[in-house]
């Protein structure tokens, strides 16, 4: 099995790239793919940038030019979901995106909704209870949109609409990349903030401790797989 794995922020693939064997590196889309091996795993590593368009390309790349077969989000988000704070921990179950008109939904790929691969995500729970948290784990709704959610009034009005687990960036346009390719993905995040008006002051505090999280149980599963 090859693993695409990918992060929007450096700090998101510094553990990974840390801990792997890499055999090949090709500067493009304005970054960096690691092709090597983790284990006894081939992996494509990318830091894919902040927002959806970067995420996508990314996705795309890393399962048509590097034949990664299953695709695997890493990073931090916002926390949305009740009793959810800082250093937790959400796997996906599916993703959305929260930032388009519902005139889209009538298009290709005609859904609000990806799915999380059932499999990948099993792992990832097991993955996570054999790791040390700074935290719980949950799973749940991850949304996606082109903006960094820091205020209380924009987080109850996502809440209303979409119960989600948390928010974040690139989530879901990595899904709908792997749905388009038709491969299975997961998305792991751990909480940075939680998406109010003390957003950023959590952010730049937790970010990289939280990075570090969720690049932790992508390892603890490649180990398992």
Do not use: W
């Not at 890499?22 to 092709?35: I, M, N, P, S």
């Amino acid at each position: 099995m090859k693993y695409g794995i990918i992060g929007a922020l450096s700090e998101e693939i510094a553990l990974v790239l840390e801990k792997m064997t890499v055999t090949a590196t090709h500067k493009r889309l304005g970054t960096v793919f690691y092709e090597g091996e983790i284990g006894r795993h081939e992996v494509v590593l990318v830091c894919c940038g902040i927002g959806k368009v970067n995420a996508a390309l990314a996705a795309h790349t890393v399962i048509a030019e590097y034949g990664a077969r299953a695709v695997i989000n890493i990073g931090i988000a916002g926390a949305m979901a009740k009793g959810l704070g800082t250093m937790d921990v959400v796997l996906s179950t599916e993703a959305a995106f929260h930032d388009q008109d519902a005139v889209m939904l009538k298009y290709y790929p005609n859904t609000e909704f990806f799915q999380a691969d059932e499999q990948l995500l099993a792992l990832a729970e097991t993955a996570c209870q054999s790791v040390s948290l700074h935290g719980k784990y949950i799973k749940g709704r991850v949304i996606t949109g082109d903006v960094f959610v820091n205020d209380r009034a924009t987080k109850e009005k996502l809440v209303e609409r979409y119960q989600p687990a948390c928010t974040e960036m690139e989530g879901a346009a990595i899904a709908h990349a792997a749905f388009s390719n038709e491969t299975p993905f997961l998305i792991i995040r751990t909480m940075s903030d939680s998406a109010d008006d003390n957003a950023d002051e959590k952010y730049d505090h937790f970010i990289e401790d939280a990075a570090r999280q969720s690049a932790s149980i992508v390892l603890k599963m490649l180990e398992l797989a």
